[in-house]
């Protein structure tokens, strides 16, 4: 299913007569559904956590705090991670929600789960960075997920329902008649 | 395939209605509640009640001695003669095993040892000013910290030491410290994975329940489970047949001072 697809399904439940061939089309449904796709489709994902959107990836350090902080070596923002973490993170470009971070495991299965704790905050360069206590963890994290093909079955109904409910405001006025509409209703 | 941490979990929420999780990792809020109660649960289960499947016995490792004969640290908290360290995987001393030893052999080895006479002997747990590497596991690692080590202080030489161990294997578990662990874990999600809270806290007062019995029958069970003979004196008898030269010098008297203290009890 390609994400015209589901725009058209969504113009179908309010009873739209248009339909698009593409978001590049010209019509005004493809520019309204163009504006909106993406935005709702991260909307859901960050609003459900589907598991088939979870995805691994190795954090790299960009920050670390010294062995200690003393008067020759104190703590600097720009330097150093907020206190009292002791790594500061770039986040992944692809991960939108993060989860949990974990260390890299020697053995597994891993007898004895300890807990890990983690921070987002906007960095200093308005991107968001993670501050954590390991040097090396593994980020799970809902990432940026844009093919239709494999999202689940309900994920898709559900970003049809929303996009329909989106677009009632817009093209709600402009409903097909019913069959045989107005003689039906006059009589 | 063994069965893992994450099994456990998953018989736990299968207890409280709640959808099972893939893993601890996974991040989802069910996963990362129980990431931070398994392992703390696991240690206070295994310290509950003297679960037969979980009992270890070892001579432990010297780490003082209050005459400076068979080590060099003689920082020994007062009364006693010696020090051991507190075993990696103990999670519950239960006791030390008295076996009489005067010295110990070259490689360590208590000599004229005399298991016939296998008595708990006297024993306080307490912490020692031994200093931990900081780069080490010690945060792993049962009773270690940077600062200090649980010891064992007690008056026996090359003393035997007779523990709860931690056992990570679930597939090691008996059944009822299975039944037992899965009900008191689940009674501690409850409140967090449950949203009605009020269901959430009738759930969670029946998995405890649950898990009370089960440390009930599994302490007979464990009682029944081979035969035991307890043959030792009670310290407060004991008392009146030494530490006085109208007394007499029966058993190991002298060396059993202070008595008062047992950490572990007798199982």
Known sequence: ?187 | MPTQPEDIVNEALDQIGVEEIGDLYEGSRTSNVARRAYDPMLRAMHAAAPWNFARRQRQIDMRGDASGQHHNNRNVPLHWSYMYEWPNDCVHARWVLGLDAYALDASGVPLHAAPAWARPAPFIVTDAPIVNDIASDWDRTEGHNPESTRVIATNELGAMLVYTGLVMYPDAWDAFFRQAFVAALAARLAMAVIVDKVQARAIRSEQLAIARDALVEARVRDGNEGWTLVDHTPDWIRVRSSHSWWGGWHGSGWRSFPYVEDAGGVY
């Not at chain 1, 978001?23 to 598991?51: C, H, I, K, N, Y």
């Not at chain 1, 409903?175 to 006059?186: C, I, L, T, V, Y």
Request: hydrophobic share 35%; proline share 12%; glycine share 4%.
């Open chain 1, 1 to 187: 299913m390609k994400p015209e697809d589901i725009v058209n399904n969504a113009l179908e439940v309010i009873g739209h007569p248009q339909r698009i061939a593409s978001f590049w089309d010209g019509s005004p449904e493809a520019v309204v559904a163009r504006d909106m796709w993406s935005e709702t489709r991260d909307a859901l994902l960050v609003r459900t956590q589907p598991e088939w959107a979870r995805e691994d990836i190795p954090l790299t350090v960009i920050k670390s705090a010294p062995p200690y902080y003393d008067e020759q070596t104190p703590w600097i923002p720009g330097e150093h991670p907020d206190l009292p973490w002791l790594y500061e993170y770039a986040q992944p470009e692809t991960c939108l929600v993060p989860l949990a971070l974990k260390p890299r495991p020697h053995t597994l299965p891993v007898w004895r789960p300890r807990p890990m704790r983690f921070r987002v905050k906007t960095g200093s360069d308005q991107t968001y960075v993670l501050l954590g206590n390991d040097p090396a963890p593994i980020l799970t994290c809902i990432a940026h997920t844009h093919d239709p093909d494999i999202w689940y079955e309900d994920f898709v109904e559900l970003m049809i329902a929303t996009l329909a409910k989106k677009f009632e405001r817009l093209f709600g006025n402009q409903r097909k008649p019913p069959e045989g509409g107005r003689d039906a209703n006059a009589a």
